[in-house]
């Protein structure tokens, strides 16, 4: 497994980090884990510590907290194994009804909930701090001295180490970072052949048809800020190997991403998986792709991207699929 120094940290992290989003089976409050469910947490994060994997990505809000709460059952069955890992967690997404039957879907980045989500995490993964807390996305309502004094109130009583956000565009980090003493160390962004405009964006600067903006500078302003980039969704649900298209993807484009993937996994004898990773890694911004499931099979297919090393003329060949033309 690749592994790389976390910027701002001092810790040797992995590559590729195991997603918790699914770990919780539903997203009913009212259903409960079973022991199944359980079962197969402890096969994944006993697969991911085999292939090397030690960053593990949570979510408060992941199956209504109970992704957390049941990896704090692993942890709890296996001492040191906290130890072991890198351990994240987001918080901001707030439910329709809560905390009443009325209120809406939002964001909440004031100083109660982040210290409050944080407080919840804590207790359901049974562990005294995170290594990393994310803002999950961004609040337009957010008050920057609430989140600076969530981020002091936290750090200082030792619940957080390190601070990031995910879903966030440059000018909203360059924001944060005026007001938080804590660097901002991580931005979480979708990012894959079918979802390439962090990347794209900057291709397509300044030509004569340019597509939407979706970048706003974000990927070199955090490269040259040290921020790095995790990727959220790397294999688009598995699109990037299927060929078959979610919304918002031409079907010509999904099937010619999963074409050349296919040529170029059984040119190096590896899976599709980690050929789609393996254009993320192989990026200089030391991309950290998120692999959300909780199919050991699936995950081994992934870990064979520390494998491989693209050339330069094989990332540009998915890159022209994945953005659906050649380059200007």
Known sequence: MQTQTLPGTGQDVSRLILGAMRFGGSWSREEPVSASQRATVERIVQTALDLGITVIDHADIYCAGKSEAVFGDVLRAHPGLRQRLFLQ????????????????????????????????????????????????????????????????????????????????????????????????????????LLHPHLIDAGVGFNQTSPGPDRNGGTLEYCRQHGITVQAWSPLAKGAVVSGVAGPGVAPETAQAVAAEVARQAAEHGVSGEAIALAWLLRHPARIMPVIGTTNPARLRAAGQASEVTLTREAWYRLFIAGRGGRVP
Request: net charge negative; proline share 6%; charged share 25%.
């Open 89 to 192: 967690s987001k918080c901001g997404i707030r439910f329709a009804g809560d905390p009443t039957p009325d209120a809406p879907a939002r964001y909440d980045f004031s100083r109660a909930h982040i210290v409050a989500s944080v407080e919840g995490s804590l207790r359901r993964l049974g562990v005294d701090h995170l290594d990393l807390l994310l803002l999950h996305r961004p609040d337009p309502l957010i008050e920057l001295e609430e989140v600076a004094a969530a981020f002091t109130a936290l750090e200082d009583a030792g619940k957080v180490r390190h601070f990031g956000v995910s879903n966030h565009t440059a000018a909203q980090i360059a924001l944060l970072r005026s007001v938080v003493r804590q660097p901002i160390l991580v931005n979480q962004v979708e990012l894959s």
